[in-house]
C-alpha cells in the first residue's frame, strides 16, 4: 500500500504550476489593473460618439442604422511598440501586426514576473499560442508605398497567425516547441492545455500559454441582429434574462506554467496549480456547426474532473464560457450539472462567473483572460462580481443546480480544503476545453538571509534605466510585506542584464527606498557596459595590512569563507601549536592581548593567507573566476595556491615554516617612501635594502631599525612623504639572508607543479614561467630579493580591459594599482574589503565589491551566491518598454512618433506623430487589388459556410435552435466594413488623380 507521502508525490508530479503572467485588458494595461477592475466591478465598455465612428472610416448611412450598436471593448495604445528592445527597425514595426508585437511585449513581462530571465534558464521553454485574424492587413494593402518596399511574404511573416509563437521564441531564444494553436474562441484555453501535456512528456521545462485577438480599427461599434452572438447595446449579460449576446473586444494574457514538483523546489511564486486540462470537440450530433453541445461540454468538463482527481463538490467555482447568449447559456449549465452530478447532489453551493461581463469577448484571449481572472481570485482569495445579471435565464433552472451566479465581490472561504476553480472555454466549430485549477500551495518559509542586500538594475537605455529604478522605488514604498533579499535575489536572477546597469546595497526596505527614492550617488552606483569581456585578476596583499578581526562578519554570516577558514586553521594547527582562529577573532574581551600576537611574523602570514585564501574561495562560489593572479610577498603564495602550483596542505605548510623562519631573526623595520626606485636606491647604504617597488613614485625600504630611523629622519626633513609599515622585521633585506636556505630546503619538500592559472612574479615582475614556479631556489629568491609589484602592474594594465579585484583585509594593493593608472577609468581596481576598525561591515564591502564586478560586466553565479540560503522569487515591476507610434492608417499614412512613451508610471506621453519616409508608389497592380481578392475569398467561404448553420427544427430536449450564422455574420459584417473603406479609399485616389 502507497504511503500518504507516496500519493502526493504522485499527485504533485502530474500538477502544472502557473508562475508567471501577463496580459493587457480592456482599461487595465496589467494584471495589477485587471484584478482591480474585477473586484471592484468595471465594465470595461466604451461608448463611441459618431465622431470616433467616422474618424475610423465608416459609412456614415451605418450611424442611422437602429440595429448599429455605438460601443466596443477598447485597448489601449494598440498602435504604440518598443521596436529598438526587440531589435526592430521603425519600417519593420509598422508592418507587423499589433496583435504580434503586444504578445512579444507580454510573453516578456510574464517572464519576468515569473522571475526567469530565459538567456540563463537551463531548460527548455515552449510557446503555445493563437491570434485572431489579423484585420491590420488591410491596413498595410490599402497603402501603396508600403506595398512597394515590402514583399507580401514579409507582410505575411508580420502579419499571419502562424508566426505568432515562433517569434516569441525567435526574439527570445526559447528552444522549447513552438506551436500555433488555433481553435477560434477556445483557442487560448487549448494553448494552456498543449503546454501543460509539453510539460508533463517532457518536452520542455517551462512554457508560455496564451493569446491575443485586437480587432482593427478599435473605435468601430457593429450591425446587431437577432439571434446572433452578438449584444444589442453592447453589454454582456450572461446567464441573465435579458441577456441576448456579447460584445467583441481586445485583450491580451499570457500564462507561465512549470511543472509543480520543479516550481516548489525552485521556490518560484507559485501562483495557482492546473490540477488538469482536457479538450474535446462536438463533432456532428449537434444542429450546426457553430451550435453548442451539450454532450461535447459535459464530457470535457467530467474529463478534467477525472484527470484532476477531486470532487466536483470541492470547485466552489466555475469561470464559464458565459457568451450571454439565449441558447449558449442554457447549455452550459446544462452540462455543467450533469459533469457535477456524477459526483455531488449538493444544490447552489459554487459560484459561477464570466469576464464577458466586463470587458467583451476577446476571441482568441477569451479562455486565457478568464484563467488569469481565476487565477487573480485564487490569489486574493476573493469571488469578484460578475456583472448585469438580475433575473436569471428562464431556460436555466439554477434552484437545482450547483450554481449560482456570484453577483458580488465577496470572500471567498477554503471550507477546510484547498480552494478549487474550474474554467471553460468553447470555440465555434466545436473544440471544448476545460481547466481544473486550485491555489498555490503555502510557500516553504525562507531561511534567515545576509545583514546586507545587493539589489541590481539595468535596461537597454538611460531613460528605461531611470524609470525602472522609480517603478522599483514605488513598489518598496507599497510593498512593506515584502522580504528584501527576496527581491534582491529576484532582481539578481530574474532578469535579463543589459548595458545601462545600476547598483547599491542596502540594510531594509526603509533604507533601499530611501536610497532609491533620494537617489544618494554614493550608493546607488551606475555604469554602462560595453559588450567586451573584462578579465578579471586577483590581486592578493602582503603583510603590513593585517589587523585583529579581519573578515570576522565575513566568517560568522559566510558559510564559503567560515568552512575554509575553519580548514586551514586545522591544517596549520599541528605547525603553529595554537588555533589560528583565537589570533584571528579572539573572545570578546582579549582584542589588545592578541593585537601583539598578530603582529608576530609566526602568526601573521598564515593569517592572512588563510583570509586571502577564503575570500578568494568565496568569488569562486560566486561565479567569479580570474584571469590571471598576482601577489605581494605572502601574497604571492595564495595566488601560487590558487594556480595549482602547491597544494592547500602545501602551502600551508611553507607559509608556516616561512614564517617561523623569520621570527627567530633579529627585528628590523620597514618604511615607505614617495620616491621612485632610481632616487631611493642611492639613499641605501650598506644597511638598507630596497624591499619592494610598489608604484612609480613608491617604494619600501628595509633594514635595521636605527639605520631605517635615519632616512626617515632625512626624507622628513627634505618634506618626503614616509611612513613605517607594521610589521615585526625586515622583509626582503639583507637580514633575511641568514634563512634563505634553510627555507629551500623546505620548499624542496613540497610537490611544485606548472601553474594552471598565469600569475605575476615579484621576484621578476613578469608572468612566472613553469620553470620558476617549479624550482627551489625560485622562492628561496622571492624571500629575499626586491618585490617587483610595481612592473607586474606596468605588465596588467597593458591589457586596458582588466579588472583588478584586491582580494585582503584593506584597499592597499588597490591603492598601489590607483597611482599606476592616475585618474583614467581603466582598468577598473575594485578592493574586497574597504575597512581595517572593528564594528564595520565586512558583508557590506564584499557584496559591494561584487555589484561593482556585475556593474563592469562579470557573469555572476547568483546561484551559488545564494547557496547558503532559500529565496524565494517574487512579482516586481517589470521591464518599462519605451513605446513609439508605429502605424500605418488605413487612410495609407504611415507614421513614428519621435519620443517614446514609457510602459510604466511617470513616463513622458507619446509624442506628435511624424510621418515616416516612404518609399516611391510601385507601378503596375493597384495597391489594393490583392486585399480585394483577400475580400472575395472571405466572403465565398463565409457563404458556404451559411449552410452549416441553418436553422433547425427544435430538439426534443426543448432547447432552443442554435444561433443561427451569428459568427460568421461578425466576420462578414467585419469585412464588408472593410470592403466599403477600401471602395472609399479608392474613390479618394481615383478623385486626386483627376
Not at 257 to 275: G, N, P, Q, T, Y
Not at 677 to 682: A, D, K, Q, R, T
Request: hydrophobic content about 40%; some cysteine.
Amino acid at each position: 500500500m502507497k504511503s500518504t507521502k507516496e500519493t502526493f508525490d504522485e499527485l504533485v508530479a502530474a500538477d502544472i504550476a502557473i508562475v508567471g503572467m501577463a496580459g493587457r485588458f480592456p482599461g487595465a494595461g496589467s494584471t495589477d489593473e485587471f484584478w482591480q477592475n474585477l473586484r471592484d466591478g468595471v465594465e470595461a465598455i466604451t461608448l463611441l460618439d459618431d465622431e470616433e465612428i467616422l474618424a475610423s472610416g465608416v459609412d456614415p448611412a451605418l450611424l442611422s442604422n437602429a440595429n448599429y450598436v455605438k460601443a466596443a471593448s477598447l485597448l489601449k495604445d494598440v498602435e504604440l511598440f518598443d521596436a529598438a528592445f526587440f531589435g526592430y527597425t521603425p519600417r519593420e514595426a509598422e508592418i507587423m501586426d499589433p496583435q504580434h508585437r503586444l504578445f512579444l511585449e507580454c510573453a516578456w513581462q510574464a517572464l519576468e514576473n515569473a522571475g526567469y530571465d530565459a538567456e540563463t534558464f537551463k531548460g527548455a521553454i515552449g510557446v503555445y499560442a493563437g491570434a485572431s485574424f489579423s484585420s491590420y492587413l488591410f491596413n498595410l494593402y490599402s497603402n501603396r508605398k508600403i506595398l512597394g518596399r515590402v514583399s507580401r511574404l514579409q507582410l505575411m511573416i508580420g502579419n499571419d497567425k502562424d508566426h505568432l509563437p515562433t517569434r516569441v521564441s525567435y526574439k527570445l531564444n526559447l528552444r522549447g516547441p513552438s506551436i500555433t494553436v488555433q481553435t477560434t474562441c477556445s483557442t487560448s484555453l487549448v494553448a494552456v492545455h498543449l503546454a501543460c501535456q509539453s510539460l508533463l512528456n517532457g518536452e520542455c521545462d517551462m512554457a508560455l500559454a496564451g493569446g491575443v485577438s485586437i480587432k482593427i480599427p478599435q473605435q468601430v461599434g457593429y450591425l446587431f441582429q437577432q439571434e446572433s452572438i452578438s449584444s444589442p447595446d453592447g453589454h454582456t449579460r450572461t446567464f441573465g434574462a435579458r441577456g441576448q449576446g456579447t460584445s467583441t473586444g481586445s485583450g491580451v494574457g499570457i500564462v507561465v506554467l512549470k511543472r509543480l514538483s520543479e516550481a516548489l523546489a525552485a521556490h518560484d511564486l507559485i501562483l495557482a496549480v492546473i490540477k488538469s486540462t482536457a479538450v474535446n470537440n462536438d463533432g456532428s450530433l449537434k444542429v450546426g456547426y457553430t451550435a453548442p453541445s451539450v454532450e461535447g461540454q459535459t464530457k470535457v468538463i467530467s474529463e478534467a474532473l477525472a484527470i484532476a482527481g477531486v470532487e466536483a463538490e470541492t470547485i466552489s467555482y466555475v469561470e464559464a464560457h458565459g457568451t450571454g447568449t439565449n441558447l449558449g447559456d442554457p447549455v452550459e449549465i446544462t452540462a455543467l450539472t450533469k459533469a457535477f452530478r456524477v459526483t455531488t447532489a449538493k444544490r447552489n453551493f459554487c459560484a459561477v462567473g464570466s469576464v464577458k461581463t466586463n470587458i467583451g469577448h476577446l476571441d482568441a484571449a477569451a479562455g486565457v483572460a478568464g484563467l488569469i481572472k481565476t487565477v487573480l481570485a485564487l490569489q486574493h482569495k476573493q469571488l469578484p462580481p460578475s456583472l448585469n445579471f438580475a433575473e436569471p435565464n428562464p431556460k436555466i433552472d439554477f434552484a437545482n443546480s450547483p450554481f449560482y451566479v456570484n453577483t458580488t465581490l465577496k470572500e471567498w472561504p477554503a471550507n477546510g480544503a484547498p480552494r478549487r476553480a474550474g474554467v471553460s472555454s468553447f470555440g465555434i466549430g466545436g473544440t471544448n476545453a476545460h481547466v481544473v485549477i486550485e491555489e498555490a500551495p503555502a510557500p516553504e518559509p525562507v531561511t534567515a538571509s545576509r545583514r546586507w542586500q545587493l539589489c541590481v538594475l539595468s535596461a537597454k537605455t538611460e531613460a528605461a534605466l531611470e524609470t525602472a529604478t522609480t517603478n522599483l522605488a514605488e513598489y518598496l514604498q507599497h510593498s512593506s510585506a515584502a522580504e528584501l533579499a527576496d527581491v534582491a535575489y529576484t532582481l539578481q536572477v530574474g532578469r535579463k542584464a543589459f548595458k545601462q546597469r545600476r547598483m547599491f546595497v542596502c540594510r531594509d526596505l526603509a533604507d533601499a527606498s530611501d536610497v532609491l527614492a533620494m537617489r544618494k550617488t554614493t550608493r546607488l552606483l551606475s555604469h554602462v557596459h560595453e559588450p567586451r569581456t573584462r578579465p578579471v585578476i586577483f590581486m592578493f596583499s602582503g603583510q603590513g595590512t593585517q589587523y585583529v578581526n579581519m573578515g570576522l562578519e565575513l566568517y560568522h554570516h559566510e558559510a564559503t569563507f567560515r568552512a575554509d577558514v575553519d580548514h586551514c586553521a586545522e591544517l596549520l594547527h599541528p605547525h603553529l601549536g595554537i588555533d589560528l582562529r583565537v589570533v584571528l577573532y579572539p573572545p570578546e574581551g582579549q582584542t589588545e592581548d592578541t593585537r601583539d600576537l598578530l603582529d608576530q611574523t609566526q602568526y601573521t602570514q598564515p593569517a592572512l593567507f588563510v583570509v586571502e585564501y577564503a575570500l578568494a574561495r568565496l568569488w569562486l562560489a560566486w561565479g567569479v573566476r580570474p584571469a590571471a593572479l598576482i601577489g605581494h610577498s605572502i601574497g604571492e603564495y595564495v595566488a601560487a595556491c590558487l594556480a595549482g602550483v602547491l597544494s592547500l596542505e602545501d602551502s600551508l605548510a611553507l607559509v608556516a615554516a616561512r614564517g617561523s623562519l623569520m621570527q627567530g631573526l633579529l627585528e628590523g623595520t620597514m618604511l615607505a617612501v614617495s620616491l621612485s626606485e632610481s632616487e631611493v636606491v642611492p639613499l641605501l647604504g650598506n644597511q638598507l635594502s630596497l624591499a619592494s617597488v610598489n608604484a612609480p613614485k613608491l617604494c619600501v625600504v628595509s633594514g635595521a631599525t636605527e639605520a631605517v630611523a635615519e632616512l626617515e629622519k632625512q626624507m622628513t626633513a627634505r618634506g618626503v612623504f614616509c611612513k613605517r609599515l607594521r610589521t615585526s622585521h625586515a622583509f626582503h633585506s639583507a637580514m633575511m639572508e641568514p634563512i634563505v636556505l634553510p627555507f629551500i630546503e623546505q620548499a624542496k619538500s613540497v610537490k611544485l607543479n606548472p601553474p594552471r592559472i598565469p600569475y605575476l612574479s615579484n621576484v621578476s615582475g613578469a608572468w612566472i614561467t613553469a620553470a620558476e614556479a617549479t624550482d627551489a631556489n625560485y622562492w628561496g629568491k622571492h624571500l629575499r630579493q626586491t618585490v617587483r609589484f610595481s612592473a607586474g602592474l606596468a605588465e596588467l594594465i597593458k591589457e586596458p580591459n582588466h579588472l583588478l579585484l584586491e582580494i585582503g583585509p584593506g584597499p592597499v594593493l588597490s591603492g598601489m594599482a590607483k597611482l599606476h593608472i592616475g585618474r583614467a577609468a581603466e582598468p577598473m581596481v575594485i578592493s574586497s574589503l574597504q575597512r581595517r576598525h572593528c564594528g564595520q561591515s565586512d558583508v557590506a564591502d564584499v557584496i559591494q565589491a561584487l555589484g561593482r564586478l556585475w556593474l563592469a560586466g562579470v557573469s555572476v553565479d547568483w546561484n551559488g551566491f545564494h547557496a547558503a540560503e532559500t529565496r524565494q522569487r517574487v512579482a516586481l515591476p517589470t521591464y518599462p518598454f519605451e513605446l513609439q507610434r508605429h502605424w500605418v492608417d488605413l487612410s495609407g499614412t504611415s507614421t513614428a512618433s519621435a519620443k517614446p512613451k514609457s510602459t510604466s508610471t511617470g513616463a513622458n506621453s507619446a509624442s506628435e506623430q511624424q510621418p515616416v519616409e516612404a518609399a516611391p508608389e510601385p507601378i503596375g497592380q493597384p495597391a489594393d487589388s490583392y486585399a480585394a481578392d483577400v475580400l472575395r475569398a472571405s466572403v465565398v467561404e463565409q457563404q458556404a459556410a451559411t449552410s452549416d448553420v441553418t436553422p433547425a427544427p427544435s430538439p426534443a430536449n426543448g432547447l432552443s435552435p442554435p444561433e443561427g450564422n451569428s459568427p460568421q455574420r461578425i466576420v462578414a459584417d467585419q469585412l464588408r466594413l472593410m470592403a466599403r473603406q477600401l471602395e472609399i479609399l479608392r474613390s479618394q485616389r481615383s478623385q486626386t488623380k483627376a
